[in-house]
């Protein structure tokens, strides 16, 4: 049997993405889909550049330094998010490399990115990602955390869009995404940034605006 092609594989997600969307009565295009290709080189990401698909999510800076820029010369409406977490002393390359961040979770890098911001006069949209599970071996903020944080990157002027979570994952993800609807709505935010590979399509009808997706465009990653 014949792998699909990077096309038809882009092409399934995004049918799947709208018949979820269509689930929960919602439009499809208010639905963002994350290319997770951290790990791929270059030659796995073009042809799905070559398909269509335009935002692509980078778990490393320095990895995506290295790849993205010759990628982008032939795509330069390609946008490319952080996913992954970043150390304070890397925010002034991420702040000049990517076009949102998805992985801001304490206050020293609410610190460091605001700086680097000012100074690059470049604002990625930033997302506050949240430790929804509270587990202890992941990154996020703590969900009783999550008002002070919050606080702390308005007062700072980061573009906050949303929030970011990944639920534990050996157990039902839908209560876990519906918690960070709700903490979302809470705060008046609107971006939902959750779902990968796995449950996307349940983060789609709960109210997910970005999904992260790698396994299933990419296949499994070496």
């Not at 009565?25 to 698909?53: C, F, M, N, W, Y």
């Not at 700086?115 to 430790?131: H, S």
């Not at 590979?197 to 605006?209: K, L, P, R």
Request: glycine fraction near 6%; include cysteine.
């Amino acid at each position: 049997m014949t792998e699909p092609s990077p096309a038809a594989r882009l092409a399934a997600i995004q049918a799947r993405i709208a018949h979820a969307a269509k689930l929960a009565r919602r439009a499809a295009d208010a639905v963002t889909l994350i290319a997770v290709s951290k790990t791929h080189p270059a030659e796995a990401i073009a042809p799905l550049i070559a398909a269509g698909q335009r935002v692509f999510g980078e778990n490393r800076v320095q990895e995506a330094a290295a790849k993205w820029p010759a990628l982008r010369e032939g795509a330069p409406d390609t946008q490319l998010h952080l996913i992954g977490q970043l150390q304070s002393n890397k925010a002034a390359e991420a702040v000049a490399l990517f076009d949102a961040i998805h992985s801001v979770d304490r206050p020293s890098l609410v610190t460091a990115l605001a700086r680097a911001m000012d100074k690059a006069d470049r604002r990625p949209a930033c997302f506050v990602q949240v430790n929804i599970g509270d587990e202890p071996q992941k990154g996020g903020a703590p969900t009783a955390e999550l008002p002070a944080l919050l606080a702390e990157a308005r007062a700072a002027e980061l573009p906050v869009a949303g929030l970011m979570c990944i639920p534990p994952a050996d157990r039902e993800p839908a209560p876990y995404f519906a918690l960070l609807a709700k903490l979302a709505a809470d705060h008046g935010l609107a971006g939902l940034s959750m779902g990968m590979s796995g449950d996307f399509e349940t983060a789609v009808m709960i109210g997910a605006t970005q999904v992260r997706v790698g396994t299933a465009l990419f296949g499994a990653r070496a």
